[in-house]
T-cell receptor, first 115, second 109 residues
Framework: ETGVTQTPRHLVMGMTNKKSLKCEQHLGHNAMYWYKQSAKKPLELMFVYNFKEQTENNSVPSRFSPECPNSSHLFLHLHTLQPEDSALYLC??????????????FGQGTRLTVV | GQNIDQPTEMTATEGAIVQINCTYQTSGFNGLFWYQQHAGEAPTFLSYNVLDGLEEKGRFSSFLSRSKGYSYLLLKELQMKDSASYLCAVRDSNYQLIWGAGTKLIIKP
């Protein structure tokens, strides 16, 4: 149990589908992150939420839409994805990074395949 | 640009010692992290260095030299379960984590 739970673990979707990834953290952290992990590439930071406010959006295409209703939950809404979006999507949480706080804790990830 | 370099893959023998290197060029420095990631699982935190020197934690140690932009992770008494990817990450001046691509460590009996 990592304290960060992601669902679903696996997802196959067509390019015209709409789906959502869910992340929940039980650690009392105030920052949450979405990362994309492709084979043999560095983790790519997609979005950062700090105290429910989005503080980073690293030039992510609009077909990815994040939502953070409270500091414990984070969603990633997906629509009209491309095959190159197939990857492992990881959620993480931490204490406020601006205070030089703690390490990030990761969820198990959602393995997304776009067909 | 910002860059983290680490070897793509390493192989070692059970019971031996292995050192995984990481070099970095970032805009500012607010700490370096090592994570372990088994295939299909979440990355898990191993170590954090913010000052120069060696941090020891059981069989794992991590070293940092800020002047050289260099770190290594040292794994002793290797076990088969240590087969995993090891990720190096640096926190830059904006407190954003910059990640390496990871080193896949293969342990042979």
């Amino acid at each position: 149990e990592t304290g960060v739970t992601q669902t679903p673990r696996h997802l196959v979707m067509g390019m015209t589908n709409k789906k959502s990834l869910k992340c929940e953290q039980h650690l009392g952290h105030n920052a949450m992150y979405w990362y994309k992990q492709s084979a043999k590439k560095p983790l790519e930071l997609m979005f950062v939420y700090n105290f429910k406010e989005q503080t980073e959006n690293n030039s992510v295409p609009s077909r990815f839409s994040p939502e953070c209703p409270n500091s414990s939950h984070l969603f990633l809404h997906l629509h009209t994805l491309q095959p190159e979006d197939s990857a492992l999507y990881l959620c993480a949480s931490s204490q406020d990074p601006g205070t030089g706080g703690t390490e990030a804790f990761f969820g198990q990830g959602t393995r997304l395949t776009v067909v | 640009g910002q860059n983290i370099d680490q070897p793509t893959e390493m192989t070692a023998t059970e019971g031996a010692i292995v050192q995984i290197n990481c070099t970095y060029q970032t805009s500012g420095f607010n700490g370096l992290f090592w994570y372990q990631q088994h295939a299909g699982e979440a990355p898990t935190f191993l170590s954090y260095n913010v000052l120069d020197g060696l941090e020891e934690k059981g069989r794992f140690s991590s070293f940092l030299s800020r002047s050289k932009g260099y770190s290594y992770l040292l794994l002793k008494e290797l076990q088969m379960k240590d087969s995993a990817s090891y990720l190096c990450a640096v926190r830059d001046s904006n407190y954003q984590l910059i990640w390496g691509a990871g080193t896949k460590l293969i342990i042979k009996p």
